[in-house]
């Protein structure tokens, strides 16, 4: 159903549609937000080291000898 889909030339006709509806200026104000989303989006998938607990066992108070 979907074999065909993202070929260049298709990709070249949808980019150009986008910058006739929202012209040249708005376009890379479009494409920070998307990217911010995306960013944002992995960001909530893979939680950042600080959040888990460490590891190596024991608090770091508790380890102070």
Sequence with gaps: MFEGLFQ???LLVIFG????VFGPKKLP???????EGIRGFKAALNPRE???PSARGGNAVG???
């Design 29 to 35: 104000e479009l494409g920070n937000g998307i990217g």
């Design 63 to 65: 380890n102070q000898s």
């Design 50 to 52: 600080e959040e888990k």
């Design 8 to 10: 260049p030339m298709h």
């Design 17 to 20: 549609i986008a910058l006739l």
